[in-house]
């Protein structure tokens, strides 16, 4: 795969070069400089507002759309097509490449006695009433379980609940909803020593994904009642809070503070963003993990192992959950020079990323809006986040659709070491 990586990337130039012939400098330069003018476009759209946001609106559409009449104009849009198509086939050759080469460990597994006595809440309004819908409370009793809804429109005490539950002898806790709630009861478990059940039934359900669990249909985590296998993960805490996923600050834990945030979400982050992107608004913040320090980011993620690097920001997908560290991304834009320079990824000047066992985020404010699992809070600073490694014991199905591999970043000298030296690679990488 890697040598077809580099056979594939060296027959895009070609084709550039034979058939363009001395225009290619010119016209490889025109694309690229309409991808930076897009990205300072949408930059400067997310800034500004009125007469000056549809501006930058209309330039980043523009930009693109000028690129492609200048190619059409030269009788060049086949050459750049068939370019860009082996281009993005060397990509993709070079990623399955790196993947084979840095396939992680899977969490290990170990075999779980059916419980005696689980205990399940299930919120019937998440994800638009997927408890209903996919008859989980039925099933769930039908396999034994104890099942308590959380129906009705006051405040229902979720910790406490769970605590209640192992008070009584449950040998097991689940959790049927949002993030939010599968942390609660996590924390609960987790203290207890008690196996946690995690139920996709919320509406992103990034917890179960990290699991590996099916998201499509909720119903099947319930396998994991009769026929399940326990996992040994990690559990963070940011300010004496348990978090599964990740804890978000600065922009976006700012934005979804706003009252009108629940009715209308993007338009209140439309309408709000330019003041904290700017700098007008929001507290100043600091974070530091290990020896590194971040000032004045405009966002700070926090998160319970690290994301993938496959992207541009790397939000995608947590390959592990028992790495026993936190991951944490930092992003600081002070323009549209450093918007565009995000297309570089973890190489852009105003990406900075790094993982440790604890993160301490602090503020010139004495109290900031802090997203944990995307559940809005107002916390003191310093908001100091940690990890407990191993600490939460997960049940899940035996049969599961698994965590995919994760994406790698694209590394064409180690791509090209690979394709030329693969077993010295090969030895490295192991």
């Not at 059916?114 to 638009?128: A, T």
């Amino acid at each position: 795969m890697a040598r077809t990586s580099l056979l594939t990337a060296a027959a895009a130039v070609v084709v550039l070069l034979v058939f363009a012939g001395l225009r290619a400098a010119t016209l490889l330069g025109a694309g690229a400089g309409g991808l930076v003018v897009t990205a300072a476009g949408v930059w400067w759209a997310l800034t500004h507002r009125g007469a000056w946001r549809v501006l930058a609106l209309v330039l980043a559409v523009a930009a693109p759309v000028l690129v492609l009449v200048h190619y059409i104009r030269n009788h060049v849009t086949w050459i750049f097509v068939l370019s860009a198509v082996l281009w993005l086939a060397a990509v993709a050759a070079g990623r399955s490449a790196l993947v084979r080469v840095d396939r992680p460990a899977a969490m290990p597994e170990s075999p779980a006695a059916p419980p005696r006595q689980p205990f399940l809440i299930m919120n019937p309004r998440s994800g638009g009433g997927k408890v209903g819908r996919f008859g989980l409370r039925e099933k769930a009793e039908a396999l034994g379980a104890d099942v308590v809804l959380l129906e009705g429109p006051e405040t229902v005490d979720v910790a406490g609940l769970a605590q209640e539950a192992v008070g009584k002898g449950a040998d097991l806790l689940g959790a049927a909803g949002g993030d939010g709630t599968q942390a609660l009861v996590a924390e609960v478990a987790a203290a207890h020593g008690v196996p946690l059940l995690v139920i996709p039934a919320g509406t992103r359900n990034h917890f179960a994904l990290d699991l590996g669990l099916d998201r499509d249909d909720p119903a099947k985590a319930l396998d994991a009642l009769r026929d399940g296998v326990e996992l040994h993960i990690d559990l963070g805490r940011a300010g004496g809070r348990p978090f599964v996923n990740n804890v978000s600050f600065g922009a976006y834990a700012e934005v979804v503070q706003s009252p009108a945030y629940r009715d209308g979400k993007a338009r209140t982050i439309v309408d709000l963003l330019p003041d904290y992107l700017a700098g007008h608004q929001g507290a100043r913040l600091t974070a530091r993990v290990g020896d590194v320090a971040m000032a004045g980011p405009q966002a700070v993620l926090v998160s319970n192992n690290p994301y993938g690097m496959g992207d541009i920001t790397g939000l995608g997908r947590r390959p592990y959950l028992n790495g026993g560290v936190l991951g944490v991304i930092g992003v600081k834009v002070a323009g549209a020079a450093q918007a565009a320079g995000l297309l570089r990824g973890g190489r852009s000047a105003g990406l900075t990323r790094a993982a440790g066992t604890t993160v301490t985020v602090d503020a010139d404010q004495p109290r900031i809006p802090v997203g944990i699992d995307g559940e809005a809070l107002t916390l003191p600073v310093p908001v100091r986040c940690e990890v407990r490694p191993l600490a939460l014991r997960v049940r899940v199905p035996r049969e599961r659709p698994g965590v995919p591999r994760p994406r790698p970043p694209l590394d064409w000298r180690r791509i090209s070491r690979l394709a030329l030296w693969p077993r010295r690679s090969r030895r490295g990488a192991r």
